[in-house]
């Protein structure tokens, strides 16, 4: 274990509350990545999202389209004129609040929609998810993308790059089926030799590998790797991926180093490019139970996060979580307890708590504690994670009576 590395959270764990994550009182959070991995596939039900496999028409696309706030009337597509506003709040933006691409005026809900404002978002936002604040982030980059639309029009190619955004900031909040019609969107507005279509469909490949569709994953991560560009390296993580999980493994490991080897190759400091390519090496080996080779991938993805982010983010604490695993396997039952409770607490500071991310530290917590004949703990811990992902089920049913 590399002591720079977790030095700062050891004290922490110290003083984290034997209660953190109890109480599971947060409704805010929808339950998809608890729905998507099939933890309680009777109590989570994830709806399947039509036309989101590779072979999807653009007729198709345009319907879906209408659920990211696409003026439907742009398409000229027979029947799409009925779609109910309630498909457009699910994506979150007002179902009336966006004009055609002939229109240039600002969006009076929006207020200006001159660039210094558009620029100002974007700085908003970076910095936001910079220091881990991804619903925050999430709200600057809708606001933005309402003012693209106001400026450029819903079927302009910077709308589409502005739901793109959008979509990453809803995959990083692992709120795949938000994400999902925002790419569908975007697809249909760029054109069939556009680069950006390069980080829709690696969008697109991660959305349908969380919902366990491994087929399309693979097909939207190829497509990927076919536009290249300056997404060639996620576009090669997200095939790796996607291999993996069809138990692929020479080319999936193949794959997965040869992102690493771009990242790394890449000069200056390290990037998040590299921490993600690491992960996910580090992640494929952790399926394949090859632990020892895990663990210095993942703490190495740790340290560069620490670096490049702020100190609660929530992606640190995936890479605690990570670490946790990899010492699971190693059998080194309380190291891995020391930073499942870690990862705990920071996701406490950072008001992440009552989230599915927690709740799968619970389980593992549980799964320890156990190992150790704690069953008193197991239990209590069990139960938070029960308690997070009902409330988030609740959640999500309340959304779909809003809509």
Not at 198 to 212: D, M, Q
Request: net charge negative.
């Amino acid at each position: 274990m590399r002591i720079a590395l977790f030095a700062a959270f050891l004290t922490a764990a110290a003083t984290a509350s034997p209660d953190v994550g109890r109480n599971a009182t947060d409704r805010s959070y929808s339950p998809h990545l608890a729905v998507m991995a099939g933890l309680d596939p009777v109590i989570h039900k994830a709806p399947e999202i039509v036309g989101s496999i590779p072979a999807m028409t653009r007729r198709e696309g345009s319907h879906l389209a209408v659920m990211a706030g696409l003026d439907p009337a742009i398409y000229k597509t027979p029947g799409i004129a009925g779609s109910s506003p309630a498909m457009t709040r699910r994506a979150g933006l007002h179902p009336t609040g966006f004009r055609s691409s002939s229109a240039h005026e600002p969006d009076e809900a929006a207020g200006t929609s001159s660039p210094e404002l558009m620029q100002r978002l974007e700085r908003v936002a970076a910095e936001r998810f910079r220091n881990g604040g991804l619903a925050e982030a999430e709200a600057a980059r809708r606001q933005l993308l309402r003012l693209v639309i106001a400026a450029h029009g819903c079927g302009s190619p910077a709308t589409a790059q502005a739901m793109t955004a959008l979509a990453e900031i809803e995959i990083a909040r692992q709120l795949y089926l938000d994400a999902e019609p925002l790419l569908i969107a975007a697809r249909t507005i760029l054109a069939e030799d556009d680069p950006h279509l390069a980080p829709v469909f690696v969008g697109l490949s991660r959305v349908a590998h969380a919902r366990g569709d491994n087929p399309a994953a693979e097909q939207w991560a190829r497509r990927a790797v076919a536009v290249g560009g300056a997404t060639a390296g996620a576009a090669l993580d997200a095939l790796g991926t996607a291999l993996a999980a069809e138990e692929r493994i020479d080319e999936a490991e193949s794959l997965l180093q040869q992102a690493l080897r771009r990242a790394s190759s890449e000069p200056g400091a390290p990037t998040l490019r590299k921490a993600d390519a690491l992960s996910q090496l580090g992640n494929f080996y952790l399926r394949e139970h090859r632990f020892a080779e895990a663990l210095p991938l993942i703490e190495e993805a740790a340290e560069i996060h620490q670096q490049r982010l702020g100190p609660t983010h929530p992606f640190i604490a995936d890479d605690l979580y990570d670490v946790g695993l990899a010492y699971e396997g190693l059998k080194r039952g309380r190291d891995a307890e020391r930073v499942f409770l870690m990862a705990l607490h920071l996701l406490q500071r950072s008001k992440n708590l009552h989230t599915p991310r927690a709740a799968y530290i619970q389980i593992e917590l549980a799964r320890v504690f156990r190992s150790f004949g704690d069953e008193q703990d197991a239990k209590s811990a069990e139960g938070r994670a029960h308690d997070i992902l009902q409330a988030a089920d609740e959640a999500e049913h309340e959304r779909e009576r809003r809509t």
